[in-house]
């Protein structure tokens, strides 16, 4: 009977000594999908960042735009400002540190108090992939747009819009 014992013992044995790395195998198979997703993850909240930005931008020039002033030109200072509203929209802190494509415009082709303005900002974002170390260049490229729309408050002086009709 103690011949048995030692019979199934050393089974047991070289069992374990021919699954010992089956472990690390299937980490390293699943490794490049994990990988995939927690930089999938990162790069989602990476461009969430950067549209909410663009948003919060697109909301503080439309409101600008209604009541005819802005940082850049204020209401003491003079008709002609140093900056048009599009160029100070553009030059605005976002997450990314890009120059922003920036389009005022009024909807109704009429600037008077109580017509719709509206503020477009539109700029490409590039999710990096994981395979970039492999092939340069892949990634996936999407335009990214943020808009806000008010009614005028007073009549635009300080700015020109750069488009109307439907914008």
């Known amino acids: ?61 439309a409101r600008w735009a209604v009541v005819n002033e802005y940082p850049g030109c204020p209401r003491s200072g003079p008709t002609t400002c140093p900056q048009s509203l599009q160029q100070y929209l553009t030059e605005s802190e976002v ?35 994981v395979v970039t170390f492999f092939t340069p260049g892949s990634g996936l490229n999407i335009d990214l747009t943020a808009e806000a729309t008010m009614r005028l408050e007073q009549t635009p002086s300080r700015y020109a819009a750069n488009g109307t009709g439907p914008c």
Do not use: H, Y
């Open 95 to 129: 997450a990314r540190g890009e120059n922003l494509d920036v389009r005022i415009c009024f909807p109704s082709g009429v600037s008077t108090v109580g017509n719709p303005v509206k503020v477009i900002i539109k700029q490409p974002l590039n999710f990096l992939s």
């Open 1 to 61: 009977m103690v011949s048995g014992v030692r019979a199934n013992a050393s089974r047991g044995e070289r069992r374990r000594e021919r699954e010992s790395g089956q472990a690390l195998v299937e980490f390293a198979l699943i490794l490049p999908l994990f990988l995939m997703i927690v930089v999938g993850i990162i790069q989602f909240g990476i461009g969430l960042n950067f549209w909410l930005d663009m948003q919060r931008i697109a909301n503080q020039g």
